[in-house]
């Protein structure tokens, strides 16, 4: 099953004092075992627009959609058996402790 893993900051990341996994040990294993089948980081939000259409008008904004602390940095499409198994790959990355990972089911519409 594949699932998106959004990688985003927190305000309240951890306080312990121990090292932080390294990020490219982390792909490295998740690619060598079939799990992450693609990742990237994003640009800042200060290059993000936000679109909108309202009434057939189109509305461009410059900036994220919301006015957050926690932002979108990048994301990882992970191919996993289970959330389980998705929550492990996730509890391993080193954003799990300086920020916060959302996991969402890709949707099937095919089924």
């Known amino acids: 099953m ?16 121990a090292d932080y996994p390294d990020i490219d040990v982390w792909v490295a294993e ?19 627009t936000t679109v909108r259409v309202r009434n057939g008008e189109l509305l461009v904004s410059d900036g994220p959609f919301t006015e957050t602390k926690e932002i979108i940095v990048g994301f990882d499409l992970l191919e996993c058996a289970d959330l389980d198994e ?26």
């Not at 594949?2 to 927190?10: E, N, R």
């Open 2 to 17: 594949k699932y998106m893993m959004f990688v985003c900051t927190d305000t309240e990341p951890d306080t312990d004092t």
């Open 30 to 48: 998740r690619d060598a075992a079939g799990q992450r089948l693609q990742g990237m980081q994003l640009a800042p939000t200060t290059a993000a």
């Open 86 to 111: 998705a929550i492990e790959v996730a509890r391993a990355h080193p954003m799990a402790r300086g920020g916060r990972l959302e996991i969402r089911p890709v949707a099937d519409f095919e089924q």
